[in-house]
């Protein structure tokens, strides 16, 4: 799996959760970083990239 499919993937997932209450969800490809605001005013980054196992 290429780390862009799975960053699409990831960022679908969480658009479409119900149980979290996202306000915002900002990407950044250069930096292959995910920051997911939610509506509290928290927010979390999720950074990911691709290893070997």
Known sequence: ME???????VFDLL???DSLDISDI???D????LTVCISDGSAFELICQQTSV
Not at 3 to 9: A, V
Not at 30 to 33: E, I, Q, V, W
């Open 15 to 17: 658009n479409e959760s």
């Open 26 to 28: 900002e990407v950044d």
């Open 3 to 9: 780390l862009n499919y799975f960053k699409d993937i």
């Open 30 to 33: 250069r930096k292959n970083t």
